[in-house]
């Protein structure tokens, strides 16, 4: 397999759930373009922070995110281990690094998944089994979790519309959509409507079992819509409102008409934007973020700049932390 193979974006191609299937290409990725700098400090072990109207975010690379506030802490699609495919090899075994993730998690309570694809969802029974904290998800992402060894009562099955009050902190479920490649295809699509018969072993068996996203707010902090992937139900994102917007970026080859324009329009160009789902998954947390090869990060930053000027556009590093208010 030639290099170009193995750093093509998972958006930019199609792929089936067995190995060998054919790679297609993507277009080659721009420059990053330099954000509105926030004030971001160094990850450390996960301390509880966050206080009054104050949320802390730790991006935890891709779309995931460590959140503490109001004394919780809560943890969205966290994907630390961040293992090589080979040019996202569907037959690569899964597999966890226990002492990476336990590192960065600090003392969750509660896991948001927004579905089921490896690089969303790989940590996520480690975390479970390990911490015996609850699990928001899909049906299929909670039957992927219940083959895996979380037992039942850890797992909350959500459709979109629900709205969850955990004392100190809500969260509001909102049905999306994921992104498509270039041939306008989904990777490795599918619904589960019971726990497989064995546990999934490989990238391929973790099925995207439809996409969420999910918006909360800590306290008397600010309200922020957490994304993990490019695309979005235009009538359930209407009304959201945020403070602060976790954007996935999309790919170079924007099969979603208008992704950004229409997103910015259904939010109400929220105060702060943060661009995620744009550094290449497959380096450790401990290197700095590199944008992956595919995907539009330059886009991003100028459409937003240009749509919406009075919004603040902060883009993360690895294991940085922000502190936001409302």
């Avoid at 958006?11 to 060998?20: D, K, Q």
């Avoid at 969303?120 to 979790?145: E, K, M, Q």
């Avoid at 060894?149 to 809500?170: H, I, M, R, S």
């Avoid at 270039?182 to 490795?188: F, G, I, V």
Wanted: charged share 20%; aromatic share 6%; net charge negative.
């Amino acid at each position: 397999m030639s290099d170009n193979d193995k750093t093509l974006g998972r958006r930019g191609l199609l792929r089936t759930a067995v190995a060998g299937a054919a790679l297609l290409p993507v277009a080659g990725a721009v420059p990053a373009a330099a954000a509105d700098e926030p004030q971001q400090h160094g990850g450390g072990s996960g301390e509880s922070g966050g206080s009054g109207g104050e949320t802390a975010f730790t991006w935890l690379g891709n779309s995931g995110w460590r959140i503490e506030g109001n004394g919780h802490t809560v943890l969205f699609d966290p994907y630390l281990t961040r293992f090589p495919t080979h040019g996202f090899d569907a037959a690569t075994p899964l597999t966890v690094a226990a002492d990476v993730v336990d590192r960065h998690i600090g003392e969750p309570e509660l896991v948001l998944v927004s579905h089921s694809h490896w690089d969303h969802f790989n940590d996520v029974p480690y975390i479970a089994r390990s911490r015996g904290v609850r699990v928001v998800g899909t049906a299929t992402t909670c039957h992927l979790l219940r083959a895996m060894g979380v037992a039942p009562a850890q797992l909350v099955v959500v459709k979109g519309g629900e709205v969850l009050d955990f004392g100190g902190y809500t969260v509001r479920v909102v049905a999306s959509l994921h992104s498509r490649n270039a041939e306008h295809r989904y990777w490795a699509p599918g619904t589960l409507t019971a726990p497989p018969a064995t546990p999934p072993g490989t990238i391929g068996e973790l099925v995207e079992g439809d996409t969420l996203a999910f918006q909360v707010r800590f306290g008397d902090g600010p309200s922020t819509l957490l994304t993990g992937a490019s695309d979005f139900v235009e009538h359930t994102f209407a009304g959201l409102r945020p403070d602060i917007a976790m954007i996935a970026v999309e790919s170079t080859a924007r099969t979603t008409h208008r992704y950004v324009p229409r997103l910015l329009q259904a939010l109400d160009h929220p105060r702060t934007v943060v661009p995620v789902h744009w550094d290449d998954f497959e380096t450790p947390l401990t290197e700095p973020a590199a944008q992956a090869p595919g995907t539009d990060l330059d886009g991003l930053l100028a459409q937003v700049r240009r749509l919406s000027p009075r919004t603040r556009v902060i883009r993360p590093e690895h294991l940085a932390t922000l502190h936001l208010r409302a």
